[in-house]
């Protein structure tokens, strides 16, 4: 089943002499459970397309369909509304607030959205995630690892149908690297999400169901990895 439709998608900054066009004409789908790793050099425009795909940026035209919403057809309290309950983002840096624990920080989107977090669905992130006796950390108690942890886990909380991830073990050592793609490789699998991965690193990639990478703002190929 379709969950990610992606239709020419372009994204221009500047005008004049100065433009620059981040994206070009971009157009690919995604299916549910998919894990899909973006590659290219710096400069292709691989973050620029995790930034539209995660409704953070908006396109200069195309449309992105995400489980059959337009999403840029919303207005920009239901796109927020939206993105909390259907997109999951994890980025290299960890984005976490110093001043709430782990527990605080994972449920930070349902608690944004006035609702009571599943006290049974948080422990089983938790779990999951490894955190269980850090719950009530801060997270300048954590190593850079368990704070990644923390952010997939934040990312998580909402059961979103996508998991976007911008070079999520840019920060890591490569026993953390290594853990945190299995992490997000096991969320992919056992909360049925759709993952896509921003990556320089060919042993991620190449884990992937696929492979979609960008030069000069098109994508130059896109293959499966796996059947």
Do not use: W
Request: net charge neutral.
């Amino acid at each position: 089943m379709e969950i990610l439709s992606v239709r020419n998608l372009s994204k221009i900054y500047g005008s004049g002499e100065t433009t620059v066009k981040a994206l070009d004409n971009i157009s690919f789908s995604a299916k549910r459970r998919e894990f899909i790793a973006i590659t290219g050099p710096s400069g292709s425009g691989k973050s620029t397309l995790l930034h539209i795909l995660g409704g953070v940026d908006n396109p200069s035209s195309g449309k992105v369909f995400i489980d059959n919403v337009d999403v840029f057809e919303l207005d920009e309290t239901k796109l927020a509304i939206f993105r909390r309950r259907q997109i999951g983002l994890i980025y290299q840096f960890y984005n976490l607030i110093p001043v709430l624990n782990v527990s605080e920080n994972i449920a930070l989107p349902q608690l944004l959205d006035g609702r009571q977090p599943d006290a049974k669905h948080l422990d089983d992130i938790v779990r999951t995630l490894g955190l269980t006796d850090r719950v009530n950390n801060l997270p300048n108690q954590l190593s850079g690892g368990q704070q990644q942890r923390v952010s997939i886990g934040r990312a998580l909380v909402n059961s979103p149908a996508l998991l976007l991830a911008d070079e999520p073990t840019g920060n890591l050592d490569s026993k953390n690297s290594t853990d945190i793609v299995e992490l997000l490789k096991l969320s992919n699998k056992k909360y049925n999400q759709t993952l896509l991965v921003v990556t320089h690193d060919e042993k991620i990639a190449m884990q992937a169901d696929r492979i979609i990478s960008l030069v000069d703002g098109r994508i130059a190929s896109d293959e499966s990895v796996r059947q």
